[in-house]
């Protein structure tokens, strides 16, 4: 049973208690048919880390060679000292849910600039280096990534912290594509085009 807020949830079969490959009962945070591996097998839970890890890094690498190449990380994600100014007043409109319309709707705000700065300048970084200093192969080889970063524990805790910004970060992400209208996100992130909203007119 999950309780929140007073209110009571079974869960079985999807928090705590769920049945393994042989239907039986067991005692897990999550279900088995969420989890690769579903078995409880840690080397290969290892394998499965790693695989999906080098192709995160791989594909972050690419997107940062891009963004600098093209000159997108400057012109378009790099904020100018009057955005962050009125950084408060976006924050307010955010918490308002008022999006930006009309020609402010065709680049990014200043907390968007922001978060895409922070996920790809600072948080995939840090998942890179504190993953490498935890691998005892990368250990035995530059012992002095874990001298940096205060020893195994350290790295360890950092590491889960900026995964768990990432995942927060998807998560915002897919709750703003709900609010500001998924089909016209969709339809944007497939064909390239984005209906926007006339701004309103200021009497």
């Known amino acids: 049973m999950t309780t929140i807020i007073g209110h009571s949830f079974d869960t079985t079969g999807l928090?705590?208690?769920?049945?393994?490959?042989?239907?039986?009962l067991e005692e897990r945070g999550f279900s088995w048919t969420l989890t690769i591996p579903g078995h409880r097998d840690l080397a290969m839970g290892r394998r499965w880390h790693f695989f999906f890890a080098w192709l995160f890094v791989f594909n972050g690498l690419a997107y940062l060679?891009?963004?600098?190449?093209?000159?997108?990380?400057?012109r378009d994600l790099a904020p100018t000292g009057s955005e962050l100014k009125h950084i408060g007043a976006s924050i307010l409109e955010h918490a308002r849910l008022k999006f930006p319309k009309g020609e402010d709707a065709k680049r990014y705000n200043v907390l968007q600039k922001l978060t895409y700065l922070l996920v790809a300048l600072v948080l995939l970084p840090l998942m890179l280096v504190t993953g490498l200093a935890m691998s005892p192969g990368m250990d035995a080889a530059?012992?002095?990534?874990?001298?940096?970063?205060?020893?195994?524990?350290?790295a360890r805790t950092i590491h889960f912290i900026a995964?768990?910004?990432?995942?927060?970060?998807?998560?915002?992400?897919?709750?703003?594509?709900?609010?500001?209208?998924?089909?016209?996100?969709?339809?944007?992130?497939?064909?390239g085009r984005y209906v926007i909203e006339?701004?309103?007119?200021?009497p």
């Open 15 to 24: 928090f705590g208690l769920a049945t393994d490959a042989d239907g039986q």
């Open 65 to 74: 060679a891009w963004s600098l190449a093209s000159g997108h990380l400057a």
């Open 198 to 202: 006339p701004a309103e007119e200021k």
């Open 163 to 191: 995964a768990s910004g990432i995942v927060l970060f998807f998560v915002v992400h897919l709750v703003m594509v709900l609010i500001t209208g998924v089909w016209n996100n969709l339809r944007s992130m497939i064909t």
């Open 142 to 154: 530059f012992p002095v990534l874990l001298d940096i970063l205060g020893g195994r524990q350290t």
